[in-house]
């Protein structure tokens, strides 16, 4: 299943939740969990779903982690779940750190919603905002190759042997040199978050080469 398949996949599966409840409490049930998220109102207002979808949301959060913050292990054993065939582990630990907003080791849920807000339901702008994010994996400002090299391979890590035909060994670095060299406008060996944005605004072949096409995840 590829990244955008999947999103939507998730996507369908709250609005269908939605959709079968009768009836929802007014507040997130907040018993028996260490981390207590902010209040409905507050995540209604910063984040594009409805009072229903983010007890949906929570409930289901809750479910797989009960203390109410995920750290980086439990994340990755629940993003393996997505791709039995692969190995997953590198992706979702850059993943895992574009979530982790305040950089503390932890995602808490309102972390997990508001980056899935965007990823969902967000503008082209803002998707791509949070893509550049995660390539950036140092924090620095500026996606060197490397930093797309790292990202490249692990995404073909997790999802290379499923396609056909089998990618080669050197197929990311041979995308990621053609990406990199188009993006890279003033040829300072860094791509800034303008270069990126308007380089994959302009370029649909690349979103979807980079899994940035209407989502990142």
């Known amino acids: 299943m590829d990244t955008t398949r999947r ?45 229903k979808e983010l007890q949906i949301l929570y409930r289901g959060f809750k479910n797989e982690c009960p203390s109410g913050i995920v750290n980086e292990e439990t994340f990755k054993d629940i993003y ?15 993943l895992f750190n574009a979530f982790d907003t305040d950089h503390n080791g932890s995602v808490s849920f309102e972390d997990f919603v508001m980056g899935l ?16 994010n995660l390539y950036d994996i140092n924090k620095d ?18 999802m290379g042997k499923c396609t ?24 300072d060996g860094v791509v800034t978050i303008d270069e990126f944005i308007d380089c994959c605004q302009n370029d649909e072949n690349i979103m979807r080469s980079m899994h940035l096409f209407e989502n990142v995840l």
């Open 141 to 158: 400002g500026y996606i060197t190759k490397e930093e797309m090299l790292d990202i490249m391979k692990a995404i073909y890590d997790m």
């Open 80 to 94: 393996a779940q997505f791709f039995p065939q692969g190995d997953a582990s590198t992706y979702a630990h850059f």
């Open 117 to 132: 807000s965007i990823l969902l339901r967000g503008t082209i702008q803002e998707k791509l905002k949070w893509a550049f």
């Open 164 to 187: 056909y035909p089998v990618l080669k060994e050197e197929t990311p670095r041979q995308h990621v040199e053609v990406f990199f060299q188009k993006m890279d406008k003033n040829k």
């Open 7 to 51: 999103v939507s996949t998730i996507s369908a599966r709250v609005d269908a939740a939605v959709s079968s409840v009768d009836s929802v409490e007014d507040e997130l049930e907040l018993s028996a969990v260490r981390h207590r998220p902010e209040g409905l109102g507050q995540l209604e207002a910063q984040t594009r779903f409805s009072r």
